[in-house]
């Protein structure tokens, strides 16, 4: 059975395989974590750069049809090279940054319908990612919620809505270990030193956010940024406070949820694993 699953490049263009395009076994599924050696023992394991290889059947009936569908594949991958930004695998929840940098021909000249490709494929961050979003609304004492709000920003994925209290709620990190987030923490409440805790930890950055505007943390990519109503972004790095870390991962389990506003708080956890999870 050929794998299932697509290539998204970073502009969002699609190749999807299971029709046309054909994905036989490979090793994306495949890991290795790197580690070191001190005084005979095993310590520090980490993710490196990792390359991998994906062999491609494209297959048509027609050999103009077969023509376009050879020129997409490589327009859609090499767009990713030449802008330097990664596209994405992704297989089921999961997706998998990486370049294709490089690809192998064979058997072209046997059927113009035909073309065997093996792909060279490289990555800086070795994890499949699956995002799970969740918005928390602010609730006034009269029970009244946030949702009819008129935001000037939209995702790009669903999101699902958790019961708060006021500016109070829980979260859950199915995981088994403590994953990084993404907080998207809407403006106009005025909030000058807005405030998320999430178990015990704090993160707080002194930065009122005006109306129409949000805020972006991304732990993972440890940023801070401001982003306009007109779309215009402001790094805000420097706002955080020292004193807690703001980057500070949301631990496995059900944690408190509390912040020190009437703003709301769309929260996206990141969950990286080594492979794909079966289903």
């Known amino acids: ?62 050999s103009t049809l077969a023509a376009a569908y050879k020129n997409a594949f490589f327009a859609t991958t090499e767009k990713d090279i030449i802008a330097a930004k990664p596209g994405k695998f992704v297989v089921g929840d999961y997706y998998f940054r990486c370049y294709i940098y490089s690809t192998k021909k064979t058997d072209y000249l046997v059927d113009a319908t035909y073309l065997a490709v093996t792909a060279k494929i490289v990555s800086d961050s070795a994890v499949w990612t699956k995002e799970v979003t969740t918005l928390y609304q602010y609730t006034s004492g009269s029970g009244s919620s946030a949702a009819t709000r008129d935001y000037s920003y939209d995702y790009a994925h669903d999101y699902t809505r958790a019961g708060s209290t006021g500016a109070s709620s829980t979260i859950t990190n199915p995981f088994f270990a403590a994953v990084d987030f993404i907080a998207v923490i809407s403006g106009g409440s005025g909030t000058a030193a807005p405030t998320i805790t999430i178990g015990s930890d704090v993160h707080k950055f002194t930065y009122t956010i005006p109306s129409g505007g949000y805020v972006t943390l991304d732990t993972k990519a440890r940023t801070l ?31 408190s949820l509390s912040w020190n506003g009437t703003f709301d708080v769309q929260i996206t956890l990141l969950i990286d694993r080594s492979e794909p999870e079966w289903t």
């Open 1 to 62: 059975m050929l794998d299932s699953m697509k290539y998204v490049n970073h502009l969002g263009e699609e190749i999807q395989f299971g029709s046309i395009y054909y994905a036989n076994y490979n090793d994306l599924r495949d890991y290795a974590w790197t580690y070191s050696t001190e005084f005979s023992k095993v310590v520090n394991f980490r993710r490196s750069v990792t390359e991998k290889s994906l062999p491609i059947l494209i297959k048509c009936t027609d």
């Open 225 to 255: 940024v401001y982003t306009s109503s007109s779309g215009a972004t402001t790094n805000i790095f420097s706002t955080r406070d020292k004193a807690n870390d703001i980057f500070a991962k949301i631990p496995s389990g059900v944690s």
